[in-house]
């Protein structure tokens, strides 16, 4: 046991290493949060802690920076985000104009920013069938095949 006492030191510094090699891979503060809970049991260590102390306080040092420092930072390093939507979020609400028949089960419509989809009728939908020209609003995106319902349905 004396042997782990005297170069606990080493082990303290590998994984301190190791958990600040992760958290640049993985980049979401836990490992770092982990690292500094290691490094309290490295110091504790310097200071004569046996090594089952040194291993509490490595632990309570973690889950205490964990559940208390990591969301303020996520926060703090989340409030710049930009609030634009994109991708098929950016789709929800846009307004189209159907180019073939649109049925039940089938049909295409090119959406106000110039794509064109193969839709169909949201569920619920009373009306089953539109012409070309007529005007829709996508509802919703499902895989490749925009769900629209027809733009008269939306205004009083």
């Known amino acids: 046991m004396d042997v782990i006492t005297s170069y606990a030191w080493i082990g303290w510094l590998v994984l301190i290493l190791v958990f600040i090699?992760?958290?640049?891979?993985?980049l979401e503060f836990t490992f770092l949060m982990i690292a500094v809970g290691s490094l309290g049991g490295l110091i504790s260590g310097l200071f004569g802690v046996?090594?089952?102390?040194?291993?509490?306080?490595?632990?309570?040092?973690?889950?205490?920076?964990?559940?208390?420092?990591?969301p303020p930072l996520l926060r703090l390093l989340k409030r710049g985000a930009d609030p634009a939507k994109s991708n098929v979020d950016a789709l929800i609400g846009t307004p189209g104009t159907v180019v073939l028949t649109l049925t039940d089960d089938n049909g295409q419509v090119k959406l106000s920013n110039g794509e064109t989809w193969t839709a169909r009728f949201a569920p619920g939908s009373t009306i089953r069938r539109l012409q070309p020209g007529e005007r829709v609003l996508?509802?919703?995106?499902?895989?490749?095949?925009?769900?629209?319902i027809p733009a008269e349905r939306t205004t009083p």
């Not at 090699?21 to 993985?26: K, P, S």
């Open 138 to 148: 996508v509802a919703a995106i499902d895989g490749s095949t925009a769900i629209v």
């Open 21 to 26: 090699i992760i958290e640049m891979l993985v």
């Open 50 to 70: 046996p090594w089952w102390g040194q291993l509490l306080i490595a632990a309570a040092l973690s889950v205490l920076l964990l559940f208390l420092l990591k």
